[in-house]
């Protein structure tokens, strides 16, 4: 899933820090270190998932997303750490569930 | 245990019965699945809270009383998975596999899931069930799930599991009877028990393997989410709606301009119930301790007892409880703010600000309460799960201006500062309290930020915050909080200032005159230990008495206007006695008295706070290093003051 190989056909991937308020995602990669992506997947943010951002949060504060129908918060700088695809397109290519 | 491993599988009645005590059952489940909501609603107030040995996470047991005999429930931590990632994963894990020492191992789990949310909770269904326990899962937020439209067939998520299953309202004591079946079922040996979980050889090694990091970890929760989504498919669960009340408040109060508005109104409300609202009843607790005090020095005859009694207990033990008013109504307004989901939100508003110094958002909670009282906020500061926050959070939040303070700031105030107006209707005296609670903010973000950049460095940890949809917080669980908080502040508060309060006594009283009268207070011990610090203090200002008003003030803060009291023999202890400031007014000039203030903003003069240090941060390294900190900053500040002015 980390491999390179999705970069010749299609445009790079964004991130999520990226995808504009009401747009449904799915995750394809992680690129947090460690430790640190745990509690990412704890809360039920692993590849495969689908995300919305619903709501930015004053002043450049964390953004709020739609996860599984929650809602976590989460830093800009961690979701510029998750590469994403749009739903639809990700539909083909993933097994979004 | 020599070679029966494999009993406990086989016949779990009889193993049930030969233990000590009542059977233990452990709740388990992830945070704000209703866990606690369904603990308080088994166990009433036949609870306790204490720590597990060694470490800061709480322990929370109680008994529920049934017919056929009782069962001890243990309240674990919220997690979200049992890898030993935090200490309260490491702690529900230790526990449910009886790995904790001097705790043994439960003989059945309940695994409390939001039904509102099983997409998600149901990942920790294999961990759990994986531990081979005979299990009930509850599936709470019944009520919600429904409104919600969403549902779920129990019976179809039974069979998939392997267990049984409830669907409940945690709040509604008459949907518990399934809960409490289980419970009886553990006397009775009836079938719940029985029914084992299915334990596939893959699950069980994946719950073992999620330390052993056998699998890599992101491939683990993908797995986990996948089978969970199956489950799910089976059990036809339907998802609910998105909550309609929570987006429609969270448009207001994450809003970009009444986001910061409502944030800081919420604020204001606290501060105004917190030192205006809790006067009156802080009043009457001192008159209450006063009165009592003054009844049994009249009950019992003059002795040395009855000196150590009221002037030591009474006096001591009286300085923590008349602040029991105000931290009650602090801890209020935080049970209503957590349980009603606001608190997640006021943590992300807060999150960028507290991020620039160095702290986070979940810091935000701690810092507010500290303004009523250091204890009760290093303890709060559990909240923050990363560990290098934490620390940082409660190395500073003894800067923050506790209501200690206010005594020592109102007696210095009124002897040296002016009543005039100093800009428009701002008076110098109200200026200089704000700079006092302006200097204490700005050295707790100085201090922050120092400790970030140096014995706390590293890369930052991701900030994940859930938010939960807002719910009304119900008036028994506030209670019970309430209630417990309370508990835990008095013991931990409490038992620290006895000490102190009695060795303070003693060195008041020694030694003594030729019959046997107490020594003048110059000539006591603690007079004696006032003279032999007063050249390190006379750079200050300060002469030998405010020396024993500041050694005493080490018990606490406020301890010290009692103490100058007794040494200038003024009859009346009020702060605002104009004997006593008077009196000051002898032996401070300007200079030392602001001198005198700025000690007291950044010096940690209160055992029970370091006393609360070193349980939170497991042992005396941070608290030895903080006092050293804080009593080198005033000293330095003081100083300058002093030679300033």
Redesign the interface.
């Known amino acids: 899933m980390g491999s390179r190989r999705d970069s010749a056909s299609k445009p790079a991937d964004r991130t999520l820090a990226d995808v504009p308020l009401e747009e449904e995602v799915v995750v394809v990669r992680?690129e947090?270190?460690g430790?640190?992506?745990?509690?990412?997947?704890?809360?039920?943010i692993?590849?495969?998932?689908k995300v919305c951002p619903v709501?930015?949060?004053?002043?450049?504060?964390?953004t709020?997303y739609?996860?599984?129908?929650?809602?976590?918060?989460?830093?800009r700088?961690?979701a510029s750490?998750l590469c994403v695809r749009s739903a639809l397109e990700a539909a083909g290519v993933l097994d979004a569930? | 245990m020599s070679n029966g491993a494999q009993s406990a599988s086989i016949a779990p009645a009889p193993a049930v019965a030969s233990s000590p005590g009542h059977p233990r059952v452990a709740l388990v489940g992830p945070p704000n699945s209703g866990k606690s909501t369904l603990f308080n609603g088994l166990t009433g107030l036949r609870q306790k809270v204490a720590n597990y040995p060694g470490v800061t996470v709480e322990r929370r047991s109680g008994v529920v009383v049934e017919a056929v005999g009782s069962v001890e429930v243990v309240d674990l931590p919220g997690v979200h998975s049992l890898s030993p990632r935090s200490l309260d994963q490491k702690v529900t894990r230790d526990f449910l596999t009886g790995r904790l020492e001097g705790d043994r191992q439960p003989e059945a789990v309940i695994l409390v899931l939001d039904g509102t949310r099983l997409k998600t909770h149901l990942m920790l269904a294999d961990p759990v069930l994986g531990l081979g326990l005979p299990t009930l899962v509850v599936l709470t937020m019944a009520d919600e799930l429904k409104r919600r439209g969403g549902g779920v067939d129990v019976r179809l998520l039974s069979a998939e599991l392997g267990v049984e299953v409830a669907l409940v309202n945690a709040r509604d004591g008459a949907s518990l009877e399934p809960v409490r079946r289980f419970l009886r079922a553990l006397h009775t040996g009836g079938e719940e028990i029985r029914a084992c979980p299915v334990v596939s050889a893959a699950d069980a090694t994946t719950a073992e393997n999620v330390h052993g990091r056998a699998l890599p970890v992101i491939d683990l929760f993908a797995e986990r989410r996948k089978r969970a989504r199956t489950l799910g498919r089976s059990a036809a669960f339907q998802d609910p709606r998105p909550s309609d009340i929570t987006h429609r408040i969270d448009s207001v109060v994450l809003h970009r301009l009444w986001g910061p508005l409502v944030f800081v109104a919420t604020i204001a409300v606290v501060f105004e119930a917190i030192f205006t609202a809790a006067v009156p009843l802080m009043d009457g607790t001192e008159a209450l301790v006063a009165a009592s005090g003054e009844f049994v020095a009249r009950t019992l005859p003059e002795s040395w007892f009855r000196s150590l009694l009221i002037d030591g207990v009474w006096a001591g033990v009286g300085s923590v409880v008349v602040f029991l008013p105000q931290i009650l109504i602090l801890f209020a307004f935080i049970a209503i703010l957590e349980d009603s989901g606001y608190m997640a939100r006021a943590a992300v508003i807060a999150d960028r600000l507290m991020h620039r110094v160095g702290l986070q958002g979940r810091s935000f909670l701690p810092l507010l309460s500290a303004y009523a009282c250091a204890v009760p906020a290093v303890m709060a500061a559990r909240a923050v799960e990363d560990e290098r926050d934490r620390i940082a959070t409660i190395f500073v939040t003894p800067f923050m201006t506790c209501s200690a303070r206010l005594p020592v700031y109102a007696l210095l105030i009124a002897a040296f500062i002016p009543a005039g107006p100093l800009i428009g209707p701002l008076g110098m005296r109200a200026a200089v309290l704000m700079g006092l609670y302006a200097l204490g903010l700005l050295a707790a973000i100085g201090t922050a930020a120092l400790l970030k950049g140096t014995l706390l460095k590293g890369r930052p940890h991701p900030f994940v915050m859930e938010l939960p949809p807002y719910r009304m917080p119900s008036l028994r669980s506030i209670g019970t909080r309430l209630l417990d908080r309370t508990k835990v502040f008095l013991r931990r508060a409490g038992k620290i200032i006895l000490t102190v309060a009695v060795v303070l006594w003693v060195l008041t009283q020694v030694p003594s005159g030729p019959s046997g009268e107490p020594p003048e207070i110059g000539d006591s011990a603690l007079g004696r230990m006032g003279q032999v610090i007063e050249p390190a203090i006379e750079p200050l200002g300060f002469d030998w008495r405010i020396g024993i008003g500041l050694v005493t003030s080490l018990a606490a803060r406020e301890v010290i206007v009692g103490t100058l009291g007794t040494i200038y023999g003024v009859e009346s202890e009020d702060d605002q006695s104009f004997e006593l400031q008077a009196a000051l007014q002898q032996d401070l000039d300007l200079g030392s008295a602001v001198a005198m203030l700025i000690f007291f903003v950044f010096a940690l003069q209160c055992m029970s706070t370091v006393a609360v240090m070193r349980r939170e941060t497991g042992g005396w390294m941070w608290p030895a290093l903080q006092f050293t900190y804080m009593l080198v900053l005033a000293y330095a500040g003081a100083w300058v003051a002093n030679a300033l002015l």
């Open positions: 992680m947090v270190a430790e640190d992506i745990e509690p990412l997947l704890e809360r039920g692993v590849p495969g998932c709501r930015h949060s004053p002043a450049g504060g964390p709020v739609r996860v599984d129908g929650h809602l976590i918060a989460l830093r700088e961690t750490c569930n």
